[in-house]
């Protein structure tokens, strides 16, 4: 039960952060893995670092998601390389701040091409693959932020991952009968390098939001993805899930323990 010894996955923004755990989780459970980014560098490193944590072949792939060709080639590499995609985590996205008064054209634009079409991008170019897999799997992370709460500065952000949503649930009814599964993870805050530059006291501050007390780790969320990609979560389709210790069930600060 449960194994994802044969598997092979995509994981978009696979060199960093939540992403990274991800490959982690999968590179140690047995999957074939491979790793989609824009940096070579990065990928180079993460490749390293994760081959030979288990029994897959680890690769990686440059890829911008915002661009839907560079998707396309990614999945034919990636089918190329390991002969099937099974899985593909859609977990590459920006959180850059501006506020709703001065938000330009560009900075909106930017953000919904990588965390909305890129999104689409990625599940288009690999929905073939996934349809043929017979037990194909689709795992977005989305965030609370937007879904479930907002925050100031992520008004484009938060949209961007709403929309992520509104696209799984749709994906999911079209891809239902082929046996391939789309689901969502809404990390609550997760230490990673992209949070890192939020700052200390912004980590602070949502140290003590969260009931138990303790950001999230990028395997928290990879946990839950592996769980999705298993053949026995083949019941479980257009879904978000959050993973956030408890981060959005306090009505007010005063239902925090002390
Ligand atoms: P991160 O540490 O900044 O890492 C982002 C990853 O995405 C990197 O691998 C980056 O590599 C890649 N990436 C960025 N733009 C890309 C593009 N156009 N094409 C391909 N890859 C791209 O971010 P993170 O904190 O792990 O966040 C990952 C995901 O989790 C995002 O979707 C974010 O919205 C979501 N999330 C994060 C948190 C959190 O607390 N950290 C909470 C909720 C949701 P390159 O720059 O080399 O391309």
């Known amino acids: 039960m449960f194994s994802l010894a044969d598997r092979s996955v995509i994981v978009t923004g696979g060199t960093k952060g939540i992403g990274r ?49 560079s998707c396309d080639e990614m999945a034919r590499t990636v089918l190329e390389a390991f002969g099937a995609i099974d899985v593909v985590c859609a977990n590459a996205g920006i959180f850059p701040e501006a506020s709703l008064e001065t938000m330009t054209d560009a900075q909106l634009s930017q953000v919904l091409d990588v965390n909305v079409k890129g999104t689409v991008f990625t599940v288009q170019a690999c929905v073939s693959s996934l349809t043929e897999s017979g037990s194909g799997r689709v795992i977005i992370t989305s965030s ?30 079209e891809l239902a009968a082929q046996g391939v599964t789309v689901n969502a993870i809404m990390p609550g805050n997760v230490l990673t390098e992209g949070l890192v530059e939020m700052g200390e006291d912004y980590i602070a501050g949502m140290t003590r939001a969260i009931p138990m007390k303790a950001l999230g ?4 969320i990879g946990h839950l993805a592996a769980f999705l990609a298993t053949r026995e979560a083949g019941y479980i389709t257009g879904q978000a899930i959050a993973v956030d210790g408890g981060q959005v069930l306090p009505e007010s600060p005063d239902a925090l323990p002390a």
């Open 21 to 69: 755990g991800i490959a982690g989780v999968f590179a140690r459970a047995g999957a074939d893995v491979a790793i989609a980014a824009r940096s070579s560098d990065e990928i180079d490193s993460a490749v390293a670092e994760l081959s030979g944590v288990g029994d897959g072949r680890i690769i990686g792939v440059v890829t911008d998601v915002s661009n839907r060709s």
């Open 144 to 173: 609370i932020t937007g879904p479930i709460t907002g925050f100031p500065n992520w008004s484009h952000y938060g949209a961007s991952k709403a929309a992520q949503l509104g696209f799984m649930r749709t994906a999911a009814i």
């Open 217 to 220: 780790t990028p395997e928290d």
